[in-house]
């Protein structure tokens, strides 16, 4: 039985970064430690090494006092460490138990898998555990936070005693992030240890018991009990700076109404994406949109930015019909922050200084006579690192070898520099730590109150809820209501977000 773990003096070097540096780290069962820190501060590293993903430099683990070797997962599992990752590595098209089971499946006499014994022992884990899902159901047709279950089974299935949970809330709704704090709970009273890798203050003090907080590759604190610090306190710890966590849209503004989505429908082999979508979003307003990813936001962020064609819509900026593919609608001056940075946002293993320009490439300001006109580019991309705090030695920096937040903050930059009328901003803050994060939600409310139309979509409630005036509730592809801020609550959209009604 695992009682403690101790992580003595860890060093990994990277070529341009040390990413952790002479950490102790301890982590103790029947003990939820929340490990906080901006992104790039080490954490993951640090999990990463112990989970045997990553091979330290230089340090040692320890297990109830006795030294072990942990050179890949398999090492870790066979000590009774468990990870689960932020991305999910189930099949869909598979059962809980088929996931659960992989590569550890009971055999019968004749040497075939024991499906039979094998959902038995799956279903009494999830009994024992009060996880609410049958080992039988396939994993597509669960809902995100049950996936995640799956994902924290397979690690138990396994024996885990102590787990690592990274991101564990990224992806999840208000309801199902009370779910798993239950789990959670569940689990530290069986005598589980659990380490939930996070940047999110709200969730740290609601779920830990003690808190480490990591800067720039160095333990700022180590095991603070709970009681002892503020959210204030701790932010200002992971970035090294007071910082504002309670940035609000502010005033309403009773601007003109400038932006106009009608009649936008999807559909896909015969299956409806989006149905019938309609909003306006008004000069100097932040429309929010919230809900559960996988309903129809990622098609129709596509639709609002030239990328894919609809079955049928009328947009309108203005009084000027909107038509044509992504350039087009860069030259009526729509603006797209893309939910995912690495997909949509930015070529990572270009510089910093190719990636500000991109889209925008062709501008007279960045070109000449067709060939690019060097200085300039760098020019603007040295006043961009500082006016938008980009952590780098260089513009000729790889995007690549930045931390989330800093390559967020080049997409932020090069979309706000351009001055869009209208922005499209999807998950703007996804992945980045508070210091980022505040910075960007700030720059948005600047443009608001240059009298920009925003459509912010995010899967962070608490994000959409300060930032918006209005909200809109998104499910399987249609819009549910559009509130009034001021009219309803986390808990309302929360449901609403989940498929359920607002009486309920």
Do not use: W
Not at 235 to 258: C, F, K, P, Q
């Amino acid at each position: 039985m695992i009682e403690h773990i101790e992580m003595v003096d860890i060093v990994k070097q990277y070529p341009l970064v040390r990413a952790v540096n002479h950490i102790s780290f301890t982590i103790r069962s029947r003990q939820i430690h929340s490990l906080l820190g901006e992104n790039g501060a080490g954490k993951t590293c640090l999990m990463k090494i112990l989970y045997g993903m990553t091979l330290p430099d230089q340090g040692e683990v320890l297990i109830n006092g006795e030294k072990v070797s942990i050179k890949s997962p398999k090492d870790s599992i066979a000590l009774g460490i468990g990870m689960v990752h932020q991305h999910f590595m189930l099949s869909p098209v598979l059962s809980v138990t088929e996931n659960i089971i992989v590569n550890m499946e009971p055999r019968t006499k004749r040497g075939f898998i024991d499906y039979k014994k094998a959902t038995q022992e799956v279903q009494r884990l999830i009994d024992t555990y009060n996880f609410n899902i049958k080992a039988d159901t396939l994993v597509q047709d669960l809902s995100v936070g049950e996936q995640q279950r799956v994902e924290i089974l397979k690690a138990l299935y396994r024996g885990a005693q102590i787990l690592i949970l990274d991101e564990p809330t990224a992806v999840l709704t208000p309801q199902e992030v009370e779910e798993l704090f239950v789990i959670m709970r569940n689990l530290k009273k069986k005598g589980t240890g659990i380490v939930i890798i996070t940047h999110k203050l709200k969730e740290t003090l609601a779920i830990a018991d003690v808190i480490s907080v990591l800067r720039d590759g160095n333990c700022i604190r180590h095991c603070e009990p709970l009681g002892n610090v503020t959210a204030v306190e701790l932010a200002n710890m992971m970035v090294g700076r007071e910082v504002d966590l309670h940035i609000t849209s502010g005033v309403e503004t009773r601007e003109e109404e400038y932006f106009f989505i009608k009649n936008c429908s999807l559909s896909d082999k015969g299956i409806e994406i989006l149905k019938n979508i309609n909003l306006t979003i008004r000069k100097g307003e932040i429309l929010g949109v919230a809900g559960v990813e996988g309903n129809g936001q990622s098609e129709l962020i596509e639709i609002l930015t030239g990328l894919l064609k609809p079955d049928s819509l009328e947009l309108y900026k203005g009084n000027t019909l909107i038509k044509g593919d992504a350039s087009a609608f860069i030259q009526h001056k729509i603006g797209h922050i893309p939910e995912d940075r690495l997909t949509r946002g930015l070529i990572s293993e270009m510089s910093i200084e190719e990636n500000i320009i991109l889209g925008y490439h062709n501008k007279s300001e960045f070109t000449k006579n067709g060939f690019l006109r060097k200085s300039s580019i760098t020019s603007f991309a040295k006043k961009a690192i500082i006016n938008y705090a980009i952590k780098t030695p260089s513009p000729k920096q790889k995007a690549s070898n930045l931390s989330g937040g800093n390559q967020q903050k080049i997409i932020v930059a090069r979309v706000i520099e351009q001055n869009p009328d209208v922005l499209i901003v999807a998950q703007p803050t996804r992945g980045v730590d508070v210091g980022a994060m505040e910075y960007i939600h700030n720059q948005l409310l600047k443009l608001k109150t240059m009298k920009k139309a925003i459509l912010l979509i995010s899967a962070d409630l608490d994000e959409v809820y300060n930032l918006a005036d209005r909200i809109a509730v998104m499910y399987n592809g249609e819009i549910v209501n559009v509130f009034d801020k001021h009219k309803t609550n986390q808990k309302e959209l929360g449901l609403l977000m989940a498929g359920g009604k607002a009486d309920e």
